[in-house]
């Protein structure tokens, strides 16, 4: 089943690549957001965001990840090179894979968001920190 994947990454190479991997693997993007104001603008139409944390605004997307789990119901898995940033997890999202990805371990991450936000089991990446239960929706 296709799932609508948000891409939060305001280096716009990495982020046409993360939103080329996820149209092959089957999944509609509905866009590329380098920003927290934009992110919130394409919410309504993503149920999986795979969000950086430094972002054009500065290092919001700790906090937009919180918000867009919390207030939009999207299934959230951050992509960082500073996964120490957000500690222990964020309220609501699945977990974080560190920067750099390689392709396997992007679509092993894209499959692994979309299968949790589908209720269903999926393996996830071996470097893919997963948050808490506690954190979790």
Avoid: W
């Avoid at 222990?88 to 299968?115: C, I, M, R, W, Y």
């Amino acid at each position: 089943m296709t799932c609508k994947v948000l891409v939060v990454e305001d280096e716009i190479f990495v982020a046409a690549e993360i939103e080329n991997v996820v149209a092959e693997l089957g999944h509609d993007p509905v866009g590329i957001a380098a920003d927290s104001a934009s992110a919130l603008a394409l919410a309504d139409g993503a149920e999986v965001a795979l969000v950086d944390l430094n972002l054009l605004d500065g290092p919001t997307g700790g906090e937009l990840g919180r918000v867009l789990a919390e207030d939009h119901g999207i299934t959230v898995l951050y992509m960082t090179a500073n996964p120490s940033q957000l500690g222990d997890g964020v309220p609501g999202t699945l977990g974080v894979l560190p920067k750099p990805v390689s392709d396997f371990e992007l679509k092993q991450a894209v499959n692994f968001a979309v299968s949790h936000h589908q209720a269903e089991s999926g393996n996830p990446p071996l470097r893919l920190k997963l948050f808490t239960r506690d954190n979790l929706n």
